[in-house]
Nanobody, 116 residues
Framework: QVQLVESGGGLVQAGGSLRLSCAVS????????MAWYRQAPGKQRESVAT???????GYAYSVKGRFTISRDNAKNTVYLQMNNLKPEDTSIYYC??????????WGQGTQVTVSS
């Protein structure tokens, strides 16, 4: 089992920045990759950024150049630095841990609201 707890969401004006954190606990050794997803009202959940165990990263086209995913293994925490936020970034952001065999764990989500 893996437990994920997100924090750092909030209300910010367009052009501002936020840093989301995801604290990871449990069977950390079983995790293959970590990711941030988001889901806006009435829309499907979408992948925003991914980081693998060897540090490789990937980003959705809509956030590339503005968002950065990183990890601190000593603190068992994954971060999402979000800069130059836009109103269309408004969503609930979820932390995800993939352990293979199609199994993934999710956090409870944190709300990010960007005002214009």
């Amino acid at each position: 089992q893996v437990q994920l707890v997100e924090s750092g969401g909030g209300l910010v004006q367009a052009g501002g920045s936020l840093r989301l954190s995801c604290a990871v606990s449990g069977s950390i050794f079983s995790i293959n990759s970590m990711a941030w997803y988001r889901q806006a009202p009435g829309k499907q959940r979408e992948s925003v950024a991914t980081i693998t165990n060897d540090g490789g990263t990937g980003y959705a086209y809509s956030v590339k150049g503005r968002f950065t995913i990183s990890r601190d293994n000593a603190k068992n925490t994954v971060y999402l630095q979000m800069n130059n936020l836009k109103p269309e970034d408004t969503s609930i952001y979820y932390c995800n841990a993939a352990v293979g065999r199609g199994i993934a764990y999710w956090g409870q989500g944190t709300q990010v609201t960007v005002s214009s």
